[in-house]
């Protein structure tokens, strides 16, 4: 993959998490380029030495970039997917693997834009800024398996990768895709119940994101699962049981499955089912 050129078409949160992990695990900077929306953010992408076009100056910055990319990363919200195929549709290669970040745009939707066969759908999350993403890739029935392996490349370079039929990209993305929203929003929770305990703001962090980092490297380092590593610290009667059990009584498992099946019915809405 080191010798495919790579054009991120938007290259905001997700799109720009991803640019900035290549970046970072040292893909030649000549081979990518980026399109965005204001001047700025060109500018600080060339900058990094990233050739970069704001589609604010430059309207037609996405097809000028597509035109001669090998690998063209759909970076852009997903109502505007369709619109940026139409945009390129007549400047990419035949052999270009076009790739979208977005989430509830079928390959279908986006087939019948462009004909180029190798169309795929992908859900990243922006733990690619450490080199740590899991990104679900969903590829096309006609995609060729050199583009397959170029896309799980790509997302190699910034984690790891699980290539999936695409009927099951949307529970994916809810569980990895929007996988660090829910920790993040567990640590604001866990860390506002700390300072309601009257510790400092400070210390709240230090206990809270500390734990978390601990247990997952424990995690990480260990042969047991979750549950014989929860079972370790659950004495019976013990006060860690009492937590269990409080989750319990109120159904966490079953928050978690009604959120996942919220985030899919959204995705099923975006792609207009």
Do not use: C
Request: hydrophobic fraction near 45%.
């Amino acid at each position: 993959m080191e010798k495919l050129r790579i054009a991120f078409l938007g290259s905001g949160s997700m799109g720009g998490a991803i640019l900035q992990g290549l970046l970072d695990a040292g893909y030649p900077k000549e081979l990518l380029s980026a399109t965005t929306k204001s001047d700025a953010s060109a500018i600080a992408w060339r900058q990094q030495g990233v050739s970069a076009l704001a589609t604010e100056s430059s309207p037609d910055a996405n097809a000028l970039l597509a035109g001669d990319a090998d690998l063209i990363v759909l970076g852009v919200k997903p109502k505007q997917i369709v619109e940026v195929l139409q945009e390129i549709s007549g400047e990419i290669g035949k052999n270009a693997v076009i790739i979208s970040l977005a989430a509830g745009i079928e390959l279908e939707t986006m087939a019948a834009v462009v004909a180029n066969p190798n169309l795929i759908r992908t859900m990243p999350n922006t733990p690619a800024l450490v080199g740590k993403a899991v990104t679900g890739i969903a590829p096309a029935a006609s995609a060729s398996q050199d583009a397959i392996d170029a896309t799980v490349s790509l997302f190699e370079a910034v984690g790891t990768a699980i290539v999936v039929p695409e009927e099951k990209i949307n529970a994916l993305s809810a569980i990895s895709g929007s996988g660090p929203a829910w920790i993040y929003y567990f640590i604001e929770q866990w860390e506002q119940i700390a300072l309601e305990q009257g510790f400092s703001q400070e210390d709240a962090k230090r206990l809270v994101r500390g734990t978390f980092d601990g247990a997952i490297d424990l995690l990480a380092q260990s042969d047991k699962e979750p549950v014989e590593l929860r079972k370790n610290v659950t004495s019976p009667g013990g006060t860690t049981e009492r937590i269990i059990a409080t989750f319990d009584e109120h159904d966490l498992k079953g928050i978690f499955a009604k959120g996942l099946a919220a985030a899919v019915a959204r995705a099923q809405e975006l792609a207009g089912k």
